[in-house]
């Protein structure tokens, strides 16, 4: 019998294996995490824990560097989970990453209709905006992400969208485009860092 043949009859193996897996990301091993997940993915039954599987093999594919790959996977979630604003929210940073900036502020876009209080999102299409050279936008939006912070967001969430904020409160007053651009994939990803740490913990935004 096949090692996958006796995974596949054994659903505590299967646990194993993902278990694994979240340990490697959490130890910042996310090509051996997105192996772990591979292994899983064509014996997993259950339709919710394949979902998982697959979400975090799209973020170990993030953190690598490996955005059209991340693509692939948050658009064929999307596909059975549309109104997954985390799923939509890595898809955005995705694209993002890629300069597929369109797409990101779209899918942005789509998620702040349903929930104009996700702080980060709303900080992400503020960075969107600022990589299309929409200043003023970018700095409206980013101060709208700074009031969110403030009643809606945790410390990290408030500390990131402050940054951000300076940067292009600093690009406007003084013209340094560079220093926004550098930062730009940083910001994304710190963001999406965030996002997962929200989502795992289960913590809701505060509410007053």
């Not at 730009?184 to 996002?195: N, R």
Request: include cysteine; glycine fraction near 6%; hydrophobic fraction near 35%.
């Amino acid at each position: 019998m096949s090692v996958d043949k006796e995974i596949g009859t054994d659903p505590k193996m299967i646990f194993v294996i993902t278990k694994e897996g979240h340990w490697l990301i959490d130890q910042g091993c996310y090509e051996e995490a997105a192996i772990e997940f591979l292994k899983c993915l064509p014996l997993e039954r259950d339709p919710l824990k394949r979902k998982t599987s697959l979400k975090e093999l799209g973020y170990c594919y993030l953190r690598l560097g490996w955005f059209e790959d991340a693509v692939k996977i948050y658009k064929e979630l999307l596909e059975s989970y549309p109104h997954y604003a985390d799923i939509r929210f890595y898809l955005a940073s995705a694209y993002a990453s890629l300069k597929w900036t369109d797409e990101a502020i779209a899918e942005l876009k789509t998620i702040l209709r349903s929930d104009p209080t996700d702080v980060l999102a709303r900080h992400d299409l503020g960075l969107c905006f600022r990589d299309k050279g929409w200043l003023r936008e970018s700095l409206e939006e980013m101060r709208k992400a700074n009031e969110y912070a403030a009643t809606y967001g945790n410390a990290e969430e408030k500390e990131i969208v402050k940054s951000s904020l300076g940067h292009i409160e600093e690009e406007i007053q003084e013209g340094d485009e560079d220093g926004t651009k550098e930062a730009f994939l940083l910001l994304i990803l710190l963001a999406t860092v965030l996002k997962r740490s929200r989502v795992e913990t289960g913590k809701p935004r505060r509410k007053h």
